[in-house]
């Protein structure tokens, strides 16, 4: 069987939401796919809920990433919303916003403020020009989380991108 070109498949959006809950531990993913499937259901019945095609892309048990239909974005966060508890917790999912792509959404509506500075992978650096939390390293690229966050709001990005060679010319 073929694969659809690109111009004939579905066209998708990228809900990035949080979920606020009065659990003590975090929400996993079976749990919150249940409680939004559900409310889908009983919002939209069968046909509402088939439209929509959720599909959840990330997911740390506070903010996520949901993939669904271009043409039911509205049904989508109708029915999210309407999610109330999630294992007998009361709980509400704030939608953050919708994007055409999985980076444009983590980059524009995950806030900075959630990358973990304390991973086992992450290193602090201070040099003449730059400071910050390098969280991810690809052979001499590095990515890091700045100290100074203006630097991420000027640029609406979630981390500042550097070789080798600029950390080595910093001073």
Same mark, same amino acid.
Request: aromatic share 6%; glycine share 8%.
């Given at each position: 069987?073929? =694969?659809?070109? +690109? +111009?004939?498949?579905?066209?998708?959006?990228?809900?990035?939401?949080?979920?606020?809950?009065? /659990?003590?531990?975090?929400?996993?993913?079976?749990?919150?796919?249940?409680?939004?499937?559900?409310?889908?259901?009983?919002?939209? !019945?069968?046909? &509402?809920? +088939?439209? =929509? !095609?959720?599909?959840?892309?990330?997911?740390?048990?506070?903010? &996520?990433?949901?993939?669904?239909?271009? &043409?039911?974005?509205?049904? /989508?966060?109708?029915?999210? +919303?309407? @999610?109330?508890?999630?294992?007998?917790?009361?709980?509400?999912?704030?939608?953050?916003? @919708? *994007?055409?792509?999985?980076?444009?959404?983590?980059?524009?509506?995950?806030?900075?403020?959630? =990358?973990? *500075?304390?991973?086992?992978? *992450?290193?602090? =650096?201070?040099? !003449?020009?730059?400071? &910050?939390?390098? @969280?991810?390293?690809? !052979?001499?690229?590095?990515?890091?989380?700045?100290?100074?966050?203006?630097?991420?709001?000027?640029?609406?990005?979630?981390?500042?991108?550097?070789?080798?060679?600029?950390?080595?010319?910093?001073?």
């Amino acid at each position: 069987m073929k =694969i659809l070109p +690109s +111009s004939l498949r579905e066209k998708k959006r990228y809900i990035a939401f949080e979920v606020i809950t009065e /659990a003590d531990e975090p929400i996993d993913r079976k749990s919150l796919l249940d409680e939004i499937f559900f409310s889908t259901q009983s919002l939209m !019945g069968d046909v &509402g809920s +088939s439209e =929509i !095609g959720y599909r959840l892309m990330d997911f740390d048990g506070a903010r &996520g990433v949901i993939r669904v239909n271009h &043409g039911a974005v509205e049904k /989508a966060r109708a029915a999210i +919303s309407t @999610v109330c508890s999630i294992k007998g917790y009361r709980t509400l999912i704030n939608i953050l916003g @919708v *994007s055409g792509t999985i980076r444009a959404a983590t980059e524009k509506y995950i806030a900075c403020e959630s =990358i973990p *500075s304390t991973n086992i992978l *992450s290193l602090q =650096i201070t040099t !003449g020009k730059f400071s &910050g939390t390098i @969280v991810k390293e690809r !052979g001499d690229e590095v990515d890091m989380v700045p100290e100074n966050k203006e630097v991420l709001k000027r640029s609406n990005v979630r981390y500042v991108s550097m070789t080798s060679f600029d950390l080595d010319n910093s001073n």
